[in-house]
């Protein structure tokens, strides 16, 4: 299967890593950055006749690949996505999947009407962790879901932002939920019955007076089936990264998810007593050198099948949008000072430029 991506930037080389553990034929890179698509080359030892090239349009044209991966700026996902799925590409779009409601349905809608599959790059679904809590709640082991709590305490400094200026601002990024915390976002969503009702947000630049968005947000979330979700998110842990976390509490049972990138089971407790809980622990434990994970090569496993066997990829498209609707209400809660009500039809980061100008 012909691959390409477009965007050689930091999360680069987990995807093009999956491609080739996947063994798609990677037939070529784009950036608007030469030297960025020669270290690719060079690190993964790819053909050196992999060709390269500035302009994705022409790549598309001229390539014309079954998959394409996009890891560019976030506020480009949208449009590049768009283009895509004219030229008949198929989709693994790097977290978020737009910035804008908008662009997100516009993605699902086209993507539907030409038969074209879009996964959104939640790779921590994938994690051994995750599925074995995301079993326990489709086989109701929680009994009656009660509540439960994203926390993602991390560390983020001003070489991090200086090195892509473009992080941190509200056209091409949003702040820490948006980017840093977008993923246990998800997998909070996912777990507590995905339709939302209400959501009330608080959020602050505290430390990072050089960005534009936001460096912590505080949330609670009312899931339509009588749940409850906390959302605790923030890039200004001293010194460094402390942990990505992710308990769900039922009535029958208490699990929670930490480590890096919640890949690990701390906490394994139900009243059926069907596993035992250090088994548990100690199976379903993984040690990823990153905060990514190691789900992209299972991601992409699976979207390969998703388009060999003509069927939505296991996070699809409207995953991705859930996800950044939970956000962006957040934000538009944080901003209104008020309860926002969901679902929302359109709202975007660029509805909050200035919210923290000093």
Same mark, same amino acid.
């Not at 768009?82 to 409601?101: F, H, M, R, T």
């Not at 308990?247 to 930490?258: M, N, P």
């Not at 059926?272 to 299972?298: A, L």
């Given at each position: ?12 080389? %987990? ?119 995301? &079993? ?40 820490? /939920? ?5 993923? %246990?976002?998800? /997998? ?6 995905? &339709? ?160 923290? %100008?000093?």
């Amino acid at each position: 299967m012909k691959y390409a991506i477009i965007g050689c930037g930091r999360i680069s080389p %987990n995807h093009i890593a999956a491609a080739l553990d996947n063994d798609l034929d990677i037939v070529a890179l784009c950036d608007t950055k030469e030297p960025k698509m020669d270290k690719a080359i060079e690190r993964h030892e790819l053909p050196t006749s992999t060709e390269k090239y500035l302009d994705y349009k022409e790549m598309l044209k001229n390539e014309k690949p079954e998959l394409v991966a996009i890891c560019t700026e976030s506020g480009k996902h949208g449009q590049i996505a768009l283009d895509c799925i004219d030229a008949g590409s198929n989709l693994i779009i790097e977290k978020p999947i737009a910035l804008s409601l908008e662009e997100a349905d516009m993605i699902i809608e086209k993507a539907k009407e030409k038969n074209i599959k879009v996964s959104a790059c939640h790779q921590n679904r994938f994690n051994k962790s995750v599925q074995k809590i995301r &079993e326990a709640v489709e086989a109701n082991r929680f009994g009656r879901l009660m509540h439960g709590a994203a926390h993602i305490r991390w560390s983020r400094g001003q070489d991090y932002y200086i090195q892509a200026p473009w992080r941190g601002t509200w056209e091409q990024d949003g702040g820490a /939920l948006m980017n840093q915390c977008i993923h %246990n976002i998800d /997998l909070l969503r996912w777990m507590m019955g995905d &339709e939302i009702t209400e959501v009330v947000g608080m959020t602050d630049n505290l430390i990072h007076g050089y960005i534009d968005a936001e460096d912590l947000g505080l949330a609670l979330v009312k899931f339509k089936n009588g749940s409850y979700g906390i959302i605790e998110g923030t890039t200004n842990i001293y010194p460094k990264n402390l942990e990505e976390t992710l308990y769900i509490f039922g009535e029958q049972g208490t699990v929670k998810a930490g480590g890096k990138s919640v890949n690990l089971i701390e906490e394994w407790q139900f009243a059926d007593n069907i596993d035992n809980p250090e088994e548990v622990k100690e199976k379903y434990h993984e040690n990823p050198p990153n905060v990514y994970g190691f789900g992209h090569t299972p991601l992409y496993a699976d979207v390969i099948d998703a388009i060999k066997n003509d069927r939505e990829p296991y996070v699809n498209a409207v995953d991705g949008r859930n996800a950044l609707e939970l956000v962006l209400a957040i934000y538009k809660s944080a901003a209104e000072g008020k309860s926002i009500k969901l679902p929302l039809d359109k709202c975007s980061t660029l509805d909050f430029k200035g919210r923290f %100008n000093r």
